[in-house]
């Protein structure tokens, strides 16, 4: 493999699409109630992937995306859709990263490609990757552009499969499909990935849990709710307490100020520098060294989240940890440096996932959640897509763990009448739970049916 960039511990590398989806429903979001934009359910799960990302990479590395002209598929820069203001905030950080030219081994690239979408080949404009897992009688079906699978194993092989991080969730299929195609031995995350995953896991079993009630009455929920977006967009709509702490406040749109001021946060600042030194360590052939990040992993995997803390809170115990720790005692500092960071961002969605069910399991609470949350309504068996999408593995050490689950690709379109570059995804499943979401949906909007003979008497109908 070609060597790439000077890359720093955390640095990531995501595709042009992913940035330019994610950037595109941030821009949504920052307009709240008063735009017309909309986001889909995938649209949302690229965002929440995407902030993730930001919370956790030192800098974050990005190629180009397909696009078309004159009727051909062609490549061209990602482009910032959300705000000026926004590009302005994030600009000033650095965070970002484009790549021109990449030095790349193009040919090792290609035959990984031929490799993972075979039968589709270079010369068919669309393939549709096939996910299937018979014992959870799921299926998925995601549209890519064949140029897709192009970026994705570009920038694989520009920064390596460990810094790679899906953020579409058409990636995540991707990288499972590869990973059948092509295994791969060696690392595919980072333990700087362990965190968000970890938070993740746990509000997934906490749901899962209440699930149970099903038995006796109680609705199901969406086991995995956008859980890095509903932190952000629930302290954006609160005053700045590190703004006021720090006597100023930046310019731009909240959320994306509140993003940031979250990412170079004292705690958060301290729990990237332990990450960082954590994989420093990583290189070492010093057995102590070595022992020291097995306890650091075993910890941080085992690590449990308690009551949320609110940001006053996560500032004060930041503030409290930075540079009390000597460089290298990575366990030493594993409970100061990690525990305010897990309980800040995880403990906010157990809280508000405690009132999705209301006192009687009401199912109305989750929608409701999601409008005042998110300015838009997604409906239970939306909620279901979004955490069945949520839930993929991330990374092809998972993929290879993922039992029962096939892959197969078609040279085909998903839905031939939607633009050339929608990208659609669809989702089949058998799940009891998914079931009964999607028939409460729809005894709900049978209910806001008008009868023809009501809607013919409409002045104001349609010829």
Same mark, same amino acid.
């Given at each position: 493999?070609? &060597? ?5 511990? @955390? ?6 699409? =992913? ?49 078309? =002209?004159?009727?051909? $598929? ?82 694989? +092989? ?29 690392? $595919?995350?980072?333990? =700087? ?64 100020? $509140? ?30 060294? @070595?022992?020291?990040?097995?306890? $650091? ?60 069910g209301g006192h009687e399991g009401e199912s109305v609470q989750v929608e409701r ?11 239970a068996s939306e909620m279901d897509f979004i955490s069945t999408l949520l839930a993929?593995?991330? /990374? ?5 763990? +993922? ?33 009964? /979401? &999607? ?25």
């Amino acid at each position: 493999m070609a &060597a790439a960039a000077a890359f720093r511990p @955390l640095d990531a590398v995501i595709t042009g699409y =992913a940035f330019e989806n994610a950037t595109t429903a941030l821009g949504v979001l920052e307009k709240g109630r008063k735009t017309r934009g909309w986001i889909s359910t995938e649209m949302l799960c690229t965002l929440d992937n995407f902030v993730r990302a930001v919370l956790f990479s030192d800098r974050i590395f990005y190629g180009g995306v397909a696009d078309e =002209a004159r009727g051909a $598929t062609m490549a061209r820069d990602a482009i910032f859709s959300a705000s000026p203001q926004a590009k302005s905030l994030f600009d000033d950080i650095g965070l970002f990263q484009p790549i021109g030219e990449m030095k790349i081994d193009g040919d090792h690239a290609r035959a990984n490609i031929a490799k993972t979408i075979a039968p589709v080949t270079d010369a068919d404009p669309w393939l549709v990757v096939i996910g299937s897992w018979k014992a959870k009688e799921l299926v998925i079906r995601q549209e890519l552009l064949t140029l897709d699978a192009y970026f994705i194993e570009y920038m694989i +092989e520009y920064g390596g499969l460990a810094r790679f991080k899906p953020v579409f969730p058409g990636e995540h299929l991707y990288l499972g499909l590869r990973q059948q195609r092509i295994p791969s031995p060696l690392a $595919t995350h980072t333990i =700087a990935d362990l965190a968000g995953r970890r938070i993740r896991m746990l509000v997934r079993k906490k749901m899962a849990g209440i699930n149970k009630l099903v038995a006796i009455g109680v609705l199901p929920i969406p086991e995995l709710p956008p859980i890095f977006v509903a932190r952000v967009l629930h302290d954006a709509a609160r005053p700045s307490f590190l703004s006021r702490l720090l006597g100023r406040s930046a310019p731009g749109p909240n959320l994306v100020r $509140t993003l940031l001021e979250i990412r170079n946060s004292p705690a958060m600042s301290r729990f990237r520098d332990w990450l960082s030194e954590c994989m420093e360590l990583m290189t070492s052939k010093d057995v102590s060294k @070595l022992e020291q990040v097995k306890g $650091t992993y075993d910890k941080l995997s085992a690590f449990t989240l308690t009551d949320d803390i609110t940001k006053e809170e996560f500032a004060k115990s930041a503030l409290a940890v930075v540079g009390a720790a000597p460089k290298g005692d990575v366990v030493g500092i594993l409970k100061e440096v990690v525990s305010p960071v897990m309980k800040y961002l995880g403990g906010f969605p157990l809280v508000a996932l405690k009132g999705f069910g209301g006192h009687e399991g009401e199912s109305v609470q989750v929608e409701r959640f999601m409008e005042r949350t998110f300015s838009d309504k997604f409906s239970a068996s939306e909620m279901d897509f979004i955490s069945t999408l949520l839930a993929l593995p991330d /990374n092809a050490g998972d993929w290879k763990a +993922e039992t029962g689950v096939t892959f197969e690709t078609q040279a085909t379109r998903l839905d031939p009448t939607a633009p050339n570059l929608a990208r659609p995804c669809f989702i089949r499943t058998g799940a009891p739970l998914h079931a009964a /979401n &999607a028939g409460a949906d729809f005894d709900e909007l049978w209910k806001k049916a008008v009868p023809l003979s009501e809607y013919l008497k409409k002045p104001d109908r349609l010829p």
